[in-house]
């Protein structure tokens, strides 16, 4: 038996997205530009998937663009609010998703001026008004972190960027179908597909109707001249069917009986602050990379991070933001769930870790 645990890196597609999907690969399998009955059909469902997601967010379909993915998404709307401002200063945090983190490095080199807010020890924003100012023109915090499950409090965020005339964009990749998230909570949204059992390659951007983008996908002027390139029907398809079936299921439940089982071996820090899928615990005098090798030679899949940097052995930023030390940053392992993680799954792995943690203590330099 499999056990993965790592659905914050990505989920498997759900049969019922599948089987929504699989027409438009064979049947239905027009280009949603062209003139007839087949790129009709096509194009109308391409916008029976618009409304469905924009419905999730209280939305306007017309407001939503599709992308291929969380990262395109992230850079679409800090480059697009950037190159149309054509100067000023973004504030972001030192806990994004490198798709954020890495987009505002390179605006900086083109002479964009970047803040990286710090956080508290539990991974929320810290000093945003004080850090606004007269030349801030986007501010950029994700909504559920991806390592720590922290839940931004997005309405305060957007309630100081209203005040200062400031447009707020939020990753909510990691937190869309498992927590609230409306349009009345920032100007831009960011969402994806493949964290929520839909296909992977497809995402979204919700564009708040008075917001002017630059666009940087030139083409055939598809999604009404904002993201070039011919339409992912298969994929939208499937993100939207994803959404209509999304069920947090016994997540919560799992969740608290994995960290209860967590808190009984000895020297572990739990770290989960809101999201109901992610429950990280760092386990000191050992690298989590042992700890994520070993549990993957029992066949149960963890990680030591977010999945764009865990083959990156440096420190993770995020848990040295919120105050741990660097031995402690490297002992963390993320276990995330799903709808389809059972109790006998989690029972497993409470079963085989007390022990893999032990042995490799006995051995650690630390």
Known sequence: MEIYLDNASTTKTDPIVLEAM?????????NTSSPHKMGERANEAIERARKIIADSIQASPEEIVFTSGGTESNNFAIKGVAFNKKRGQIITTKIEHKSVINTCKWLEEQDFEIIYLDVDEKGFVKGLEQAINNDTILVS???GHNETGTIQDLKSIKQICEKNNVLFHTDACQSYT???LSTDDADLISLNAHKIHGPKGVGALYVRKEVNLDVFMHGGGHEKGMRSGTINVPGIVGFAKAVEI?????????????????????RTKIISYGLPHIVSAVFEGIEGEAVVSSLDLENIYAATGSACSSKNLQANQTLLAIGLNHQQANGMV????????TEQEIDKVLEVLPGIVQKLRKISPF
Not at 334 to 341: D, P, V
């Open 141 to 143: 915090v994700i909504h």
């Open 334 to 341: 993320r276990f995330s769930l799903s709808r389809f993680t």
């Open 22 to 30: 699989l027409s438009f690969f064979d049947k239905d399998y027009g």
């Open 178 to 180: 498992k927590t609230d």
């Open 246 to 266: 999304a069920d947090l299921g016994k997540m919560s439940f799992l969740n608290e009986k994995l960290k209860n089982g967590l808190n009984k071996i000895e």
